[in-house]
């Protein structure tokens, strides 16, 4: 796993969801330590704004393309990406794994009662997996005591939902103070888990239009669509000064 394409600064892992579950497989068998970011246009505009995050984001061992928007960026750059890897479809393939092999899985983040459903859900879907232990993401700052709690679970996967920055910004905190595991931002998809926000159909994803479902869903979400556009601006204007 080698090829990387630059996107306004953020380098992009150039493989398809198969390429990546394979490569985490393997990095959970050697114990390898990782740290994933799945990130879409918003996250590399605030990366921009933001030094801190900007190292955060350097300092991870993949960061996947989430959202059709990156995919045309890197395209505007000559550099196409194999696929798109939405957060929520990596997280399941992971799920999957670690249901084949039994895995300890830590699920922080989420409101107190999405939480709750998730874990449900996944005791349902992933019967093999190995629930080490949920919180809900709704603690003071970077309360040590969240950590500690997580680190003597001895989780193998990591999954942290307390939206960007701050879910990066929390595994980069912590991420030295552990032996092992797969640490991975998942935004909002423990809500979906838990079925409180849906999945666009298939055929709305296959078009590439869950962005669009989302807003129709969600329409509060439109100020953060209004990143798309001035994301494209910013690729075509680098694309010109180079
Ligand atoms: N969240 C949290 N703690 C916070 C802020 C957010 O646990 O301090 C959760 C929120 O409940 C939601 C998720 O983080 O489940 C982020 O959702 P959002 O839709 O903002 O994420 P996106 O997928 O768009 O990044």
């Given at each position: 796993m080698s090829k990387k394409v630059e996107v306004l600064g953020v380098e992009f892992e150039n493989a398809t969801q198969k390429e990546m579950v394979d490569c985490i497989k393997d990095r959970i068998k050697q114990n390898k330590k990782t740290f994933i970011v799945t990130a879409n246009p918003e996250i590399v505009m605030h990366a921009?704004?933001?030094?801190?995050?900007?190292?955060?984001?350097?300092?991870?061992?993949f960061i996947v393309p989430d959202g059709i928007g990156i995919i045309m960026g890197a395209k505007m750059l000559k550099k196409p990406l194999q696929?798109?890897?939405?957060g929520f479809d990596l997280?399941?393939?992971?799920?999957g794994v670690a249901n084949e092999e039994r895995l300890n899985v830590f699920f922080l983040g989420s409101r107190e009662n999405v939480i709750e459903q998730a874990i449900a859900n996944v005791k349902r879907d992933y019967p093999h997996v190995q629930i080490c232990g949920f919180h809900h993401g709704y603690f003071q700052g970077n309360d040590p005591r969240v950590a500690e709690m997580v680190k003597t679970s001895n989780p193998d996967l990591v999954f942290v939902a307390l939206g960007f920055p701050r879910q990066e910004k929390w595994i980069r905190t912590y991420l030295d103070t552990f032996e092992k595991g797969i640490f991975m931002g998942v935004g909002g998809s423990f809500d979906v888990l838990a079925g409180a926000v849906k999945r666009a159909p298939s055929i709305w994803r296959r078009l590439n239009l869950e962005w669009l479902y989302r807003l129709i869903k969600q329409p509060s979400r439109w100020k953060r669509m209004a990143f798309l556009p001035l994301f494209i601006l910013k690729v075509a204007g680098t694309k010109r000064s180079r």
């Open positions: 921009q704004r933001d030094p801190e995050y900007k190292n955060t984001l350097r300092s991870a061992d696929e798109r890897i939405a997280m399941s393939d992971l799920l």
